[in-house]
Nanobody, 123 residues
Framework: QVQLVESGGGLVQAGGSLRLSCAASGRTFSAYTMGWFRQAPGKEREFVAAITWSGGSTSYIDSVKGRFTISRDKAKNTLYLQMNSLKPEDTAVYYC????????????????WGQGTQVTVSS
């Protein structure tokens, strides 16, 4: 079992930055592929980024490439998402998730989820 708690969301103007954190506890954090997803009102949950257990490989949805960076600190059992040059279309609830398999863009591939943190970008 893995428990995940996100933090760092908030209200920011377009062009601004936020860093989301996801604190993990329970089973060995470093053994899991980790991902960030987001869900805007009335829309499906959408893959944002993923990172392998080693941290050596990352993947991103095209719309955030060059603006967002996913990283993990195994010593702190924490996952991060640095978000720069934010746009109003980035507004959503952001979730971190853990998977025992290879990185995937599919939510059902992730067994553990946090409660989410709201990110709102004003124009």
């Amino acid at each position: 079992q893995v428990q995940l708690v996100e933090s760092g969301g908030g209200l920011v103007q377009a062009g601004g930055s936020l860093r989301l954190s996801c604190a993990a506890s329970g089973r060995t954090f470093s053994a899991y592929t980790m991902g960030w997803f987001r869900q805007a009102p009335g829309k499906e949950r959408e893959f944002v980024a993923a990172i392998t257990w080693s941290g050596g490989s990352t993947s991103y949805i095209d719309s955030v490439k060059g603006r967002f960076t996913i990283s993990r600190d195994k010593a702190k059992n924490t996952l991060y998402l640095q978000m720069n040059s934010l746009k109003p279309e980035d507004t959503a609830v952001y979730y971190c998730a853990a998977s025992g398999g290879i990185p995937s863009t599919t939510p059902r591939s992730y067994a553990y989820w946090g409660q989410g943190t709201q990110v709102t970008v004003s124009s």
